[in-house]
């Protein structure tokens, strides 16, 4: 993606180090299945001190979202040592890990295209900024609830 394309005016709807993520809506509003009824449309963008990358479009789907809340509620309980967002789409992972002293650390993968290229940012979340994660994924999930969901044996 060139650098030239404008900065979005508005806050992003999930920050994780130093990346940017928007939702803009459903990719199909009117369909209200599991599968076709729960992928957003989004711009994700990584800022790091010498590159910039994005990725757009029906990338990530809101179970995925979900699982991103859940895995980040059990590893700041110390339930479990590892989080993320595992898109199906390849354009997007995101990776938490517990670390000693109470510390966490990430890393984004983040491509437009990955038949092409790929990034990957490695990054450590401050103090508070696992709980920032939680609550936004929280009103992702509250403002797109997950549609028909359906059970894991499925």
């Not at 009117?30 to 757009?56: M, T």
């Not at 179970?63 to 809340?69: A, D, G, K, P, Q």
């Not at 859940?70 to 995101?94: D, F």
């Not at 491509?111 to 790929?118: L, V, W």
Request: with cysteine.
């Amino acid at each position: 993606m060139s650098n030239s394309t404008p900065a979005r005016p508005d806050a992003p709807d999930l920050r994780i180090g130093g990346l940017r993520l928007w939702i803009d809506g459903r990719h199909n509003s009117e369909v209200a299945d599991y599968w076709d009824g729960n992928w957003v449309e989004v711009f994700a963008e990584y800022l790091s001190p010498h590159s910039r990358v994005a990725a757009a479009g029906p990338i990530i789907h809101l179970s995925e979202i979900s699982t991103l809340h859940t895995s980040c509620e059990k590893l700041a309980r110390l339930e479990v040592q590892e989080a993320g967002l595992y898109c199906m789409e390849p354009n997007l992972k995101i990776e938490l890990w517990a670390v000693p002293g109470g510390k966490v650390i990430g890393k984004v993968r983040i491509t437009p295209d990955h038949k092409s290229e790929m990034h990957d940012f490695g990054f450590a979340l401050e103090e508070g900024e696992l709980a920032a994660v939680l609550a936004a994924c929280a009103r992702v999930l509250e403002k797109y609830p997950v549609r028909n969901r359906i059970s894991a044996e499925e």
